[in-house]
């Protein structure tokens, strides 16, 4: 089971860090990524941290503002979102796959597990 929180009301250009929480399993050697889906829009890609967690994949539009990582010990990832956009404001969801390649990380449909989304409001 996956559980984001973190979510809130901010201003555009402040910061918010989400967390995913796994229960009942490890995310040692499982790939985490985090989606989000806006008002009247399709949910897309936001950034995903590999297997391995040596490696982190971003989409442009968060390129250079968000971090993902992991702590391992604590059972959880983080996406650290600076920066905030209006454009930012969505549902953010996580996801946890075993087994996902590489080169389908940006890909909704391959991920097994989600989690419940959690809310990020930007305002301007």
């Known amino acids: 089971q996956l559980q984001a929180s973190g979510g809130g009301v901010v201003q555009a250009g402040e910061s918010l860090k989400l967390s995913c929480a796994a229960y009942?399993?490890?995310?040692?050697?499982?790939?985490v990524g985090w989606f989000r889906q806006a008002p009247g829009k399709e949910r897309e890609f936001v950034a995903a941290?590999?297997?391995?967690?040596?490696?982190?994949v971003y989409s442009n539009s968060v390129k250079g503002r968000f971090t993902i990582s992991r702590d391992n010990t604590k059972n959880t990832v983080y996406l650290q979102m600076n920066s905030l956009k209006a454009e930012d404001t969505a549902v953010y969801y996580c996801?946890?796959?075993?087994?996902?390649?590489?080169?389908?990380?940006?890909?909704?449909?391959?991920?097994?597990?989600w989690g419940q989304g959690t809310l990020v409001t930007v305002s301007s």
């Open positions: 009942g399993r490890t995310l040692r050697g499982v790939a």
């Open positions: 996801a946890a796959d075993g087994t996902i390649t590489s080169s389908s990380l940006s890909t909704e449909s391959a991920w097994d597990y």
């Open positions: 941290s590999t297997r391995t967690g040596g490696g982190a």
